[in-house]
């Protein structure tokens, strides 16, 4: 593997540690090298904190080191003020006179203009490194801001007969088709997105909390969507564990478009990425208006025979795993 590449790989491996917590920034890792030693490194930190190069340059134990390193970044070094100062112009403040970039950043604000400043100040800048793989992991942050909506990833359970729930059921609560390994790995995923969404029918019948008790991290912002006003306050969804945004015809046209006027509203609402866990309907409404990124796909040893059948879709599988007697396929839309 050549230099940079090895670098910049570990510049990856390294920001999945701010998966969850960064959004809506994007989770950028940083490595600094001299001499063929890794001297620093550091990722984005949790919303308002320091950016993955400032944690990288503040890593670094010697700085006189950084006027003869390289410093790797996954993203294009920002060059506006937000929460933080331009990480481009601590580069240049630290004189480190080679910097090594996996992708352009898309946004408006930055958008060439950090790798811009870099080079008048002198730097010897290199861009591309790894760059399908670095625009694969901010796929969350390209997809807000080149496609003005959150990456949306569908997810279910069906059984092996493929339904998602049965004709009836006693209680309102779910009827559990996977095992509980893989319920917690869902509410892992929980605490990796920025958003989870279901549908009025799904509320009504399972009182779901959408939290991630059964995971460490921060719970998801909820999304309802209730047409009619029928979700009453002291439903789950509602209570005061994490913020609920319930979707009303006074927010948006249920007769067409759905799914592209929650991704509007979503939009506004800066949320980067979203779970789509239903039912059936809603599912399907994004599936058919083509507005999904990704399909995780549980099927259980179950069968119901009858009931609610699982959402019709194509898209290209991608992983298949095992979870003990659970099957597990992921799937992205091409």
Request: glycine letters at 6%.
């Amino acid at each position: 593997m050549k230099t940079h590449e090895f670098y910049i790989k570990r510049c990856i491996e390294i920001a999945k540690n701010g998966l969850g917590a960064t959004r809506p920034n994007p989770m950028v890792g940083s490595v600094i090298v001299h001499n063929n030693k890794i001297i620093g490194e550091g990722f984005t930190s949790s919303y308002g904190g320091n950016h993955a190069e400032v944690n990288a340059i503040n890593s670094v134990k010697h700085k006189n080191l950084l006027k003869e390193a390289t410093i790797y970044v996954t993203l294009e070094p920002c060059s506006h003020y937000g929460k933080t100062p331009p990480c481009s112009d601590l580069i240049i403040k630290h004189q480190i006179p080679n910097v090594v970039i996996g992708c352009l950043d898309d946004n408006i604000l930055v958008a060439g203009k950090g790798i811009e400043k870099l080079k008048n100040a002198g730097c010897q800048v290199t861009v591309g490194v790894l760059e399908d793989e670095c625009k694969t992991h901010h796929k969350r942050f390209f997809t807000f801001h080149n496609k003005k909506r959150p990456y949306i990833i569908l997810k279910w359970a069906e059984t092996g007969d493929g339904f998602i729930a049965p004709e009836t059921k006693d209680k309102q609560k779910p009827v559990w088709i996977t095992n509980t390994f893989s319920r917690q790995l869902v509410h892992k995923w929980r605490a990796e997105e920025q958003a989870i969404l279901v549908g009025t029918n799904t509320v009504l019948q399972d009182n779901p909390s959408l939290t991630t008790r059964n995971w460490t991290g921060k719970h998801p912002i909820r999304v309802v969507l209730d047409a009619k006003n029928k979700l009453s306050k002291d439903l789950a969804v509602f209570n005061n564990e994490a913020r609920t945004i319930s979707i009303t015809k006074s927010d948006i046209y249920f007769s067409e478009q759905v799914a592209q006027q929650i991704c509007e509203l979503l939009y506004q609402e800066n949320i980067t990425s979203i779970i789509i866990e239903g039912g059936e309907k809603t599912l399907q409404t994004f599936i058919d208006e083509n507005l999904w990124d990704e399909a995780r796909i549980f099927t259980g040893n179950a069968t119901f025979k009858n009931g609610t059948k699982a959402p019709e879709f194509s898209g290209r599988l991608i992983s298949e795993k095992q979870i003990i007697n659970d099957t597990l396929k992921v799937y992205t839309n091409d």
